[in-house]
C-alpha cells in the first residue's frame, strides 16, 4: 500500500515538471546537435535525462529494485511526456 502511494506521487510530481524539462531538451537539442556518445556512458545519459525530467521533483531514489523501477518509469513515462529511448536510459540509471 505504502509503494502505491509513492508511486501515485511520483506520478503527479513528475507530470508537472516532464512537460518543460522536454521542451527545454527540445530547444537546446535543436540549437546544438548532440554528438553520439559511446554505450559506455549510457549511465551518464541516464543521469542526465534522471535530472532534467525526475531530478525537479525527485531525488535520485537509493534502494530502488529493477521491478520498482520499471513501474514507476511506465507510469511516468507518459506524464513526463518521455520518448521510449530516454524511459530505457532513466531506467538503466534507476537499476542498473
Do not use: W, Y
Not at 525527485?58 to 518509469?73: F, G, N, V, W, Y
Request: proline share 5%; aromatic share 4%.
Amino acid at each position: 500500500m505504502k509503494i502505491r502511494f509513492v508511486l501515485i506521487g511520483m506520478v503527479l510530481l513528475l507530470g508537472c515538471s516532464g512537460v518543460g524539462a522536454q521542451l527545454a531538451e527540445n530547444k537546446s537539442a535543436k540549437a546544438a546537435p548532440a554528438a553520439k556518445s559511446p554505450s559506455s556512458s549510457k549511465s551518464d545519459q541516464g543521469a542526465r535525462k534522471f535530472q532534467m525530467n525526475c531530478g525537479r521533483c525527485h531525488k535520485e531514489p537509493e534502494d530502488l529494485s529493477p521491478r520498482e523501477a520499471r513501474t514507476a518509469i511506465r507510469h511516468m513515462r507518459v506524464r513526463a511526456m518521455l520518448s521510449a529511448e530516454d524511459e530505457q536510459l532513466i531506467l538503466k540509471f534507476l537499476a542498473p
